[in-house]
Nanobody, 128 residues
């Protein structure tokens, strides 16, 4: 069983940056494909980014491509999401997620239903 804990959320002005972090425990971190999602009030959860077991492979939703960067450190059991040029519409609860993958370079998992484990979320609020 994998436990995920996010941190780094907060209030930021439009155009600013935040770095979210997610630390995993209870599993072999290097065997999991990791992802970041978000959910705004009244909206469905949406995929943002994924990173394969081998950190050189990443995938992004079009809405964040060029602004957000996902990274992982398998030695520290962490996955981060660097968010730049934030907009008010980025306001949401942000979640990290994990799923076991037998493929080192898997970046195909872009739906919430693809993931087995979820953190509790961290609130990001972007003011205009």
């Amino acid at each position: 069983q994998v436990q995920l804990v996010e941190s780094g959320g907060g209030l930021v002005q439009a155009g600013g940056s935040l770095r979210l972090s997610c630390v995993a425990s209870g599993g072999t971190f290097g065997t999991y494909t990791m992802g970041w999602f978000r959910q705004a009030p009244g909206k469905e959860r949406e995929f943002l980014a994924t990173i394969a077991r081998i950190s050189g492979r990443t995938g992004y939703a079009n809405i964040v491509k060029g602004r957000f960067t996902i990274s992982r450190d398998n030695a520290k059991n962490t996955v981060d999401l660097q968010m730049n040029s934030l907009k008010p519409e980025d306001t949401a609860v942000y979640y990290c997620a994990a799923v076991y993958s037998s493929f080192y370079y898997d970046t195909s998992k872009r739906s919430g239903s693809d993931y087995s484990y979820w953190g509790q979320g961290t609130q990001v609020t972007v003011s205009s």
